[in-house]
Nanobody, 115 residues
């Protein structure tokens, strides 16, 4: 079984920064993709950023240049540094890991950006 535990969400003013962390535990293939998704009220869950175990990254257009995803393979951790936050970044942020046919999710952490 795989568990993902997010931390680092909270309330921040527009223009501020937050760093989200996600700790993965359990039987995880060394070849995987770790990522962050977000879901605002009444909207679908969308990809924010993802990084492969080889280090390839991709970002949603709306966060390019403001957010940075990184990972520590030795610790099975993934991070999301969020800068220049906007009110439209307000959402529940979910950590995700995919490998082989498996797809796991964390419980989510709330990020609220006040304008």
């Amino acid at each position: 079984q795989v568990q993902l535990v997010e931390s680092g969400g909270g309330l921040v003013q527009a223009g501020g920064s937050l760093r989200l962390s996600c700790a993965a535990s359990g039987s995880i293939s060394s070849i995987n993709v770790m990522g962050w998704y977000r879901q605002a009220p009444g909207k679908q869950r969308d990809l924010v950023a993802a990084v492969t175990s080889g280090g390839s990254r991709n970002y949603a257009d709306s966060v390019k240049g403001r957010f940075t995803i990184s990972r520590d393979n030795a610790k099975n951790m993934v991070y999301l540094q969020m800068n220049s936050l906007k009110s439209e970044d307000t959402a529940v942020y979910y950590c995700n890991v995919k490998f082989l046919w498996n797809d796991y999710w964390g419980q989510g952490t709330q990020v609220t950006v006040s304008s």
